[in-house]
């Protein structure tokens, strides 16, 4: 037995980071950047010597898909040529980011994880860039990391005027000439998108003209349903997930005798120690397959977990601590921790709250935000100094108050509808909920979230519980303020599961009730102290949804009951909001429909009304809460642009909010003016319908 790796964080000392925003401050050169970079490419081959073959080409700068397209020729015309983009690290930078004058490449979540990439825009044909920055291939164990092309299509925005058909075979040839032009090395060709797309018509053909060695690695899901055709590839390596893919176990009687297996049996995903249950899929596999055609490996690239886990919790593995579990698994001399998975039974039983009709605003176009306000630097600082201590909970405590006031002030001013307190006593809200709640574990370590930025999600450790209520205290002073509503705003129990390493020892779907449970006495405790609007966060419901279509359903209908579950209880005066802020809803209206709220947010503004004719067409029977304005971007939008989609839906006024597209949290002063503007629009709304 051998064994592999499928891919490294790119966080080391937070060398990239650095410079990368150093450079974006005019602090630093791009020579720094390539310095940065090498470093860490650097301290990655030497923890990883230990492997039987290491990945390389794994990392980037900023991010492994825009890197893969610009290689491949496909860059939006408003940054410059691919040659150019390829040679000038700037230009390069420039795609995530946007320049004055040109809006950056949109991001989206990468398959169900949490990690965004740069959406590729395809404009021209593809072509093979000159000049690609190869690091070292030399050395016998490498093995160059690609994401394939199938999988890069199914993330582009095709704005080439050719069907996709058309763009796979020419891309496909590109991808050819790069691989065949490559020195005698193993290509890990990654195509975690057939398991959402199926394999296409015409790979088998791209793959029979690679003239270099290829594994074919599935992740994220398992291969059963496209096994058969995956297997008669001329490969000579066949990498599966046993992880997220369990039933990639029923394939071992079928795998081909001339093949190698990279079996994915480490969690890539998750921070605990390899388990029982690690050893017991590693008996099943090495029953069937002969040692020498098998290597072990994390079950994804180990990106998605921080780099070492030294001085956390014993129980803890991260990236470093995975590798060398690998090398013990192969000589024997592994202790492998001991969970019991224990297959807790789930309601069978919907919850639901008793009144069935829903509430409609007695106005037309009512206005609300989504939670939160800019978080200034004072309020950054004085959170920080508060937790280590330096300020007293008083001072903490007035200067939230503060900060509340203002801006409950602010909204009356502008003559926003329903109000909310603006949540300035969380950072992060997933770490707010968590750090106050039993059962989650906060660590050190950091993984990257998208770019340049890196996040610290909590550990699922045990029972989640309340331990006290979390947010009446600001809801119910919020208020005191005021003569008008304010909303109880709280993150939803998949969002909070979803965005947390989840256990390993019950179900992902047994997290979400325990999580609902907790957050259904907030609830209550929010409606004793008056509040009569409750917003319930839910931006994660759609990215976990799993790959595999045979799994959706049974995600759907417990993510969405364990919803339910946290305002079963509230009496029939109370108004239920949820926001997400995603606007991919096609495979999963039903759902949409089933989480039963009054009022539904949603991220519109860059759809552009596309999602709430989606919603309308569907039969979604709350109001909708269109996102007029981007909140990512500091532009004070105009009133002309913000009327057009809500005045062109056929559907009642009153049944239309209009609202940023999520949280003002990362904005500045603008919000103001922004906010301004969209009452404007509002007003404008009103007086056209009557
Ligand atoms: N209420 C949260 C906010 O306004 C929602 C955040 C989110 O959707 N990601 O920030
Ligand atoms: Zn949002």
Not at 607 to 623: N, Y
């Amino acid at each position: 037995m051998k064994i592999t790796n499928l891919g490294f964080p790119n966080v080391y000392k937070s060398l990239i980071k650095k410079a990368v925003e150093g450079f974006w401050r005019g602090k630093r050169s791009k020579e720094d950047i390539i310095k940065a970079e090498n470093e860490v490419i650097e301290f990655n081959a030497d923890v990883q010597s230990n492997l039987d073959l290491q990945p390389v080409f794994d990392i980037d700068v900023y991010d492994r898909l825009l890197r893969t397209s610009v290689m491949f020729g496909i860059v939006p015309e408003r940054f410059g040529s691919p040659e150019e983009t390829n040679r000038d690290i700037g230009i390069y930078l420039s795609i995530p980011r946007g320049t004055e004058r040109e809006k950056a490449s949109s991001m989206v979540k990468w398959f169900n994880t949490n990690y965004h990439v740069v959406q590729p825009e395809i404009e021209h044909d593809p072509k093979l860039v000159s000049g690609i920055r190869l690091s070292d291939l030399s050395g016998k164990n490498k093995k160059l990391a690609l994401i394939g092309p199938l999988t890069l299509l199914s993330y582009a925005i095709n704005n080439s005027g050719q069907s996709n058909v058309e763009l796979f075979k020419k891309l496909s040839k590109t991808y050819i000439s790069f691989i065949n032009s490559l020195p005698d090395v193993i290509v890990q060709l990654e195509e975690p998108s057939f398991i959402t797309e199926g394999i296409p018509e015409d790979y088998r053909g791209f793959i029979g003209l690679l003239e270099r060695k290829i594994h074919l690695h599935i992740y994220f899901g398992a291969a059963n349903s496209f096994a058969e055709e995956l297997f008669s590839f001329p490969v000579a390596g066949i990498g599966l997930d046993f992880i997220d893919g369990d039933s990639n176990l029923e394939l071992l009687n079928k795998f081909p005798s001339d093949k190698t297996l990279i079996a994915g049996i480490i969690n890539g995903r998750n921070v605990w120690r390899a388990s029982t249950g690690t050893k017991e899929i590693l008996e099943k596999i090495t029953e069937k397959i002969p040692e020498e055609r098998l290597y072990i490996s994390p079950s994804c690239s180990l990106q998605h977990v921080p780099l070492t886990s030294e001085g956390e919790a014993e129980i803890f593995s991260f990236a470093l601590e995975k590798l060398k579990e690998l090398e013990a698994i192969k000589n024997g001399t592994i202790n492998y921790i001991d969970i019991q998975y224990e297959d807790v039974p789930l309601p069978t039983e919907d919850y639901s709250r008793s009144k069935k009709t829903y509430w409609v605003s007695d106005i037309s176009y009512p206005t609300t935000t989504i939670g939160t306000f800019p978080q200034t630097p004072e309020l950054r600082k004085i959170r920080k100094d508060w937790k280590s201590g330096v300020v007293s909970d008083d001072e903490y405590e007035e200067f939230i108050k503060d900060y509340i006031r203002l801006w409950i002030s602010r909204q009356e001013e502008l003559g926003i509808d329903i109000l909310v307190h603006g949540e300035p006593e969380r950072a992060d809200m997933v770490q707010y909920f968590a750090e106050l709640l039993e059962g989650f574990t906060t660590i050190k370590g950091s993984v990257q979230s998208y770019g340049t930025r890196h996040v610290r999600p909590p550990v699922i450790s045990g029972k989640i519980k309340r331990k006290k209520p979390m947010t009446v205290k600001w809801a119910k002073y919020a208020q005191s303020l005021t003569e008008k509503s304010v909303k109880g705003i709280i993150t939803g129990p998949v969002t909070m599961v979803q965005w947390s390493f989840p256990r390993e020892d019950i179900s992902k779907n047994a997290q979400f009730y325990e999580m609902a449970e907790a957050l259904a006495e907030e609830v209550d405790d929010l409606i004793k102290a008056g509040i009569k609007h409750i917003q319930i966060d839910e931006p994660a419901l759609r990215e976990g949804l799993p790959l595999e279509h045979s799994k959706r359903e049974h995600y759907l209908r417990h993510a969405v009951n364990a919803f339910r579950l946290v305002y079963a209880n509230v009496p029939d005066d109370v108004v239920v909001h949820s926001h997400m802020c995603f606007s991919e809803f096609t495979d999963i209206m039903e759902a949409i429909k089933e989480m039963g709220v009054d009022v539904l947010s949603i991220e519109d503004s860059k759809a552009k009304g596309k999602t709430a004719d989606f919603l309308k067409e569907g039969g979604f029977p709350g109001s909708i809460g269109l996102g007029v304005f981007d909140v990512h971007s500091p532009r004070i939008p105009q009133v002309e642009e913000m009327i057009t989609i809500p005045d062109s839906l056929n559907i009642d006024p009153k049944k239309i909010w209009i609202n940023p597209d999520c949280g003002l949290k990362t904005r500045g002063d603008e919000a103001y003016t922004q906010l301004k503007k969209m009452m404007e629009a509002a007003l404008r709304l009103r007086e056209d319908t009557k």
